[in-house]
């Protein structure tokens, strides 16, 4: 036992408590990492298997299904392991990849300079570059972009000046930062700079069967739909994201768009088809149009989710788009479950994403298939 955990920790694993909290949460970040076996069945596991989980002192770990094998255990029928070794191996060369960028974020990295990273993998760059999307949902330049743009808000928000923040994050011109920011800012990265200021966002707050609710718009539409347990707490996360902004408690759109939420909650209508105002990458926008065909009182995997899509090896992809989702409910990633139907995380805590859900549930089974949304005022 000892020599094969040796193993694992030489390949950068933690420690084999970490492995084994793992384990018993069915962590999806371990697939890939590690097998787990059993020495009373002489069967090995995926983290993620949905099996009844073993005693502690019956468990071996392994840093991959060679090495479990070659000890004489056996793959489980139920997660098959053995399948997602191929699978590991890309996860591990995307995870190279990623570091590659996040250490170059300062120069330009293109295919041809990836090249090296999968060489010994046999990938040619358009292969790397197919790879790469398949497991993670977007290109390796559209990951550099995202990771630039990370490191650009967070130098505007610790007070640098835009020229010096640009340079900083990797962007080698004013122009090329222009070009890039406005489709994901939603603003000038100056205004970002000031906490939003000069916008104008009104919001109301509202009791509903879930807690304190908050519903905050601009003048083209809703932009944040917040759960929790005290208004001064929703206050502060809206606040937080625009510390310069105009915000307002009362606003003719915010007081009519709570009300709809509020009986979206008590299941008189099945969809909130209200006017939105939020910004998001091609991806996220996808991932949250196909989380609004997801029928009243139905849920999905993240994996389904990400086939859909035509991305079959996008389900963790798909589930950091459900978290930076800004209108919940609006956009109903609480939808959007594990494949072995385990709730996974739910900003808002994974206790009302149950209550949620089963509210939706109850209802669709009261009223039968549901009767289109009502009609919503736009404020226009």
Known sequence: MTRHLQVHNDLGGGSVDRYWRSVVGREPAADGTFVYAVRSTGIYCR??????????????????????????????????????????????????????????????????????????????????????????????????????????????????????????????SSSRLYERVPGHFGMTPATYRRGGQGMQIGYAIADSPLGRLLVASTPRGVCAVYLGDSDRALEAALAEEYPAAEIRRGNGGADRWIGAVVRHLEGHHPRLDLPLDVQATAFQRRVWEELRAIPYGATRSYGDIARRLGEPGAARAVGRACATNPVSLVVPCHRAVREDGSLGGYRWGVERKQRLLTLERSAAARKGPPRPAEAVPTGE
């Open 47 to 172: 983290p993620t298997c949905a099996a009844r989980k073993p005693r502690r002192e019956q468990v071996v770990f392994f840093p991959g299904p060679e090495a479990a094998e070659q000890a004489g255990f056996r793959p489980c029928r139920r997660c098959r392991p053995r399948g997602e070794a191929a699978g590991a191996a890309q996860a591990a060369l995307v995870r190279r990849v990623c570091r590659y960028i996040d250490e170059h974020l300062e120069d330009t990295v293109s295919l041809a300079s990836l090249a090296g990273i999968s060489a010994a993998d046999g990938l040619s760059p358009h292969r790397l570059q197919r790879t790469f999307k398949r497991v993670l949902g977007i290109t390796p330049r559209q990951y550099a972009d995202a990771r630039r743009l990370d490191r650009l808000k967070g130098r505007l928000r610790e007070g640098e000046t835009v020229t010096r923040a640009l340079y900083d994050a990797g962007y080698g």
